[in-house]
């Protein structure tokens, strides 16, 4: 059985089972998912490389998804110094041009997979995702290879584009903001769900409201016009996850 390896790091694959495995250890990470039995998944892991470096010793990075990395994200990979007197080293960071700290090379290799590149406005929670695959940004340029803006945090994130709405975490959603049908399909889903939840769900969506069960992309006042609105769809939503 041929296993691709989908992480930034050399190393040896090896198959197991796991009910679990969404956890990194290490040198200890997971490649992939490959079958899920319910109370167990057939998962691959990768044991990572170490090799020698100035100061010891240090994981093995894939020379070639580091190319690829500093080719198409618009970012690259270095150290970020930090604390006191820069006395701490985050070794293979994924940098802004400016050297603002986005992440790991991991956050990196994220990066290049989902076709997304460094947005200079807001490097840190907030990625350009391009309509080329693989972050192949330079076969479209402009407006029209710019599929939207990614708000993220370690929490979770959305895509934002022209015609969804500008994320507000303050929004109340009103039903005259919406479409008859799409406040109808809001009404029923809430319902639904607290019908089948238990006393904690309840409590918890009688506290959220309707607002529990409307997408982050479809929960503001102002429709996205343009891709500055979008940028600013992805910021609110990068601090309010952070």
């Not at 694959?13 to 997971?30: Q, T, V």
């Not at 080293?89 to 400016?98: E, G, H, I, K, V």
């Not at 947005?119 to 940004?137: H, L, Q, S």
């Amino acid at each position: 059985m041929f296993i691709k390896n989908q992480t930034p790091y050399k190393g040896k694959l090896r198959l197991k089972f796991e009910k679990n495995p969404h956890y990194s250890s290490g040198a200890n990470k997971l490649n992939k998912v490959h079958l899920n039995l319910g109370f167990t998944k057939l998962v691959s892991r990768l044991k990572i490389n170490y090799v020698k470096t100035e100061d010891g010793f240090g994981q093995e990075i894939d020379p070639v998804k580091l190319e690829l990395i500093q080719m198409y994200t618009d970012g690259k990979i270095g150290e970020h110094k930090f604390g006191p007197n820069n006395e701490h080293t985050l070794y293979n960071s994924f940098l802004s041009q400016d050297g603002t700290y986005i992440g790991s090379i991991e956050e990196a290799w994220w990066y290049f997979k989902n076709g997304m590149t460094v947005c200079d406005e807001y490097p840190r929670g907030v990625a350009i995702v391009w309509r080329t695959a693989y972050g192949y940004k330079t076969v479209l340029s402009g407006i029209d290879g710019v599929k939207g803006y990614y708000g993220y945090s370690h929490r979770g994130g959305n895509l934002f584009q022209i015609g969804d709405r500008l994320f507000d975490e303050n929004y109340v959603p009103k039903k005259e903001d919406y479409p008859e049908e799409e406040w109808d399909g809001y009404v029923k889903k809430f319902t639904k769900t607290y019908q089948k939840g238990d006393e904690f769900d309840q409590e918890w969506l009688f506290l959220d409201g309707i607002t529990s069960v409307i997408p982050f992309k479809r929960r503001g006042k102002k429709v996205i016009e343009n891709l500055d609105d979008a940028l600013q769809a992805a910021i609110n939503m990068s601090k309010y996850l952070s």
